[in-house]
Structures are given as structure tokens and as C-alpha cells.
């Protein structure tokens, strides 16, 4: 009886030395697969907006007389346009000549009055001259090729575009980044900068999706 007893503890510890340094690798595979799966996540942009050349005919905004527009299109159940705004207020802030700036935020008609006035909504309110629009069944978003929310235009005094893209470095994230640094540069009238670019990826939820 012994025998089996010591049999017992001995097969007992085999089993805790290879149990616990194989648990303890499982679980490191796991979250480092999930941190892998969140950077992937935060660092894959959306799909680029297919904006007009030149300011729409069709849309209901009213361009600037003189000066620039902006018009940023974005979800208003979308967390990631958080920080959308957040870069906006910051570039605004920087701008020596504000533009004349709209957030246009998609209300699809299948839902019910005010669904569209979330947080987001009231922190674009917030923002110095800036309008913001409700966009019913993403009129407005089609009609400048958005698709996904956070998209950022800039068209100049004579209704040409010149920066299209986003203006977070990647999903949901604050701070410096080529999509705000281009857009602060055209505002400043800093065109002729080798580091102004003309279009950046946008992060942030699709705007049109079955779910909405």
C-alpha cells in the first residue's frame, strides 16, 4: 500500500512541475495573441473616402465665401471619433485662420429622433464655429465618399481639395500624428512643406454597415 502512495505523490508532483510551467505558457501565448489582435485592430485604417475633387454640387453645406471648409463626417455611436474630435479642436486651436468647419454626424432613419445626439455630438457642438449637421440616411456622406467615421476634408477658397484623410495616428488614439500636422499646415497656408501631406489613413467605424 505504500508503494501506491508514494507511486500516488510522486506521479502528483511529475504532474504539478509540467502542469504549471504549461499553464503559465498557455496563458502567455494567449495575451500576447490578444495584444497582437488589439494592435491590429487599433492599426488598421478604414476605407478611404472617394471625396470629390471639387466642392459637390449636391450637397446642402454651404461653402466658405472666403476661406477655407472643413467638414469632417463621422458615426455618432463611433467610440474612436473621440479622439477624431479631440485632433480636430487641437488643429482648430492651432490654426492661425479658422475655417468655416462642419461635423456632419450619420442618422439613419430606421432609428428613432435623437439618436444621433450622443456625447459626440455635444463635444462638436463645443467646438469654436463649428455647425453641426445631422446627416439623414448618410446623404451627405455619400455625396463626399465617406465611409468610415472621422473622415476629414479640407477644400480651399475655390472649392478644390486639398487634404482627405484622418487626423488620428491610429484607432482611438490622442496625440501627434501626419494627419494633423498636414491639416494644421494647410490652415496656416504652409503648402509649400515637403511634410504636408494631401491624404492620411482614417481610423474609426464604418459609417455604413448592416448594423446601423
Not at 504539478?16 to 504549461?22: E, F, I
Not at 471625396?51 to 467638414?71: F, K, M, Y
Not at 430606421?110 to 445626439?117: K, L, N, S
Request: a positive charge; one cysteine or more.
Amino acid at each position: 500500500m505504500d508503494v501506491f502512495f508514494a507511486a500516488g505523490r510522486h506521479l502528483r508532483a511529475v504532474c504539478r512541475r509540467v502542469w504549471v510551467p504549461l499553464t503559465a505558457a498557455i496563458w502567455v501565448t494567449a495575451a500576447v495573441a490578444g495584444l497582437a489582435t488589439l494592435w491590429h485592430y487599433d492599426n488598421t485604417p478604414g476605407v478611404a473616402a472617394k471625396a470629390p475633387p471639387a466642392w459637390p454640387t449636391s450637397t446642402n453645406l454651404v461653402r466658405a465665401a472666403h476661406g477655407e471648409t472643413l467638414v469632417m463626417l463621422a458615426h455618432p455611436q463611433c467610440t474612436c471619433t473621440e479622439a477624431s474630435l479631440t485632433e480636430l479642436a487641437e488643429a482648430l486651436a492651432r490654426a492661425s485662420r479658422q475655417p468655416k468647419t462642419y461635423v456632419v454626424f450619420l442618422k439613419p432613419s430606421v432609428f428613432q429622433a435623437g439618436w444621433e445626439r450622443t456625447n459626440l455630438w455635444r463635444r462638436a457642438a463645443q467646438l469654436p464655429g463649428a455647425t453641426v449637421v445631422r446627416d439623414d440616411d448618410g446623404v451627405e456622406a455619400h455625396g463626399f465618399g465617406a465611409a468610415t467615421s472621422g473622415q476629414t476634408l479640407l477644400y480651399d477658397e475655390s472649392g478644390t481639395l486639398v487634404f482627405s484623410g484622418g487626423i488620428t495616428g491610429s484607432r482611438a488614439h490622442e496625440g501627434d500624428n501626419a494627419g494633423r500636422q498636414s491639416l494644421v499646415s494647410l490652415l496656416n497656408h504652409q503648402r509649400a512643406s515637403g511634410a504636408v501631406a494631401r491624404s492620411t489613413n482614417v481610423f474609426g467605424c464604418p459609417l455604413f454597415q448592416a448594423s446601423n
